[in-house]
C-alpha cells in the first residue's frame, strides 16, 4: 500500500499565506515527480505547480510570482509555499507523486484525499 496524506489548509484572509505539505508513505521504493494540483467549484482540476525528483520545477502563470513548490526527496515530502493569497485561490488542493512501489518496476500515479483551502475575507 502507498498513501499521500496532505496537510496545511484551512481559512485565510486575502494577502495571507498557507503552506501546504505531503507525505508519501507506506511500501515506497522511490518517487519520480511531485506536484500539487486545485479544483474550484464548478471548476475542472487544474495543475497548480509540479517539481522532478532532481528540484526542476514549475508552476502555474495564475501562481508565478506568489507560490512555490520544494520536496524532501530523504522524507518522502513535498510542500506548497502560498503567498499574496486570493480569493480566486480557493480549490481544494491535491497532492498527487510517481511512485515506483517495492513490489514493481513500473511508475503509478498515487493522490492524496484533497485538502480544503479557502481564501475570504
Known amino acids: 500500500q502507498v498513501q499521500l496524506v496532505e496537510s496545511g489548509g484551512g481559512l485565510v484572509q486575502p494577502g495571507g499565506s498557507l503552506r501546504l505539505s505531503c507525505a508519501a508513505s507506506?511500501?515506497?521504493?522511490?518517487?519520480?515527480?511531485m506536484g500539487w494540483y486545485r479544483q474550484a467549484p464548478g471548476k475542472e482540476r487544474e495543475l497548480v505547480a509540479r517539481?522532478?525528483?532532481?528540484?526542476?520545477?514549475d508552476r502555474a502563470d495564475s501562481v508565478k510570482g506568489r507560490f512555490s513548490i520544494s520536496r524532501d526527496n530523504a522524507k518522502n515530502l513535498v510542500f506548497l509555499q502560498m503567498n499574496s493569497l486570493k480569493p480566486e485561490d480557493t480549490a481544494v488542493y491535491y497532492c498527487?507523486?510517481?511512485?515506483?512501489?517495492?513490489?514493481?518496476?513500473?511508475?503509478?500515479?498515487?493522490w492524496g484525499q484533497g485538502t480544503q483551502v479557502t481564501v475570504s475575507s
Open positions: 517539481i522532478t525528483g532532481d528540484g526542476s520545477a
Open positions: 498527487y507523486a510517481l511512485i515506483k512501489p517495492t513490489w514493481t518496476s513500473r511508475l503509478y500515479s498515487y
Open positions: 507506506g511500501s515506497v521504493f522511490s518517487i519520480d515527480d
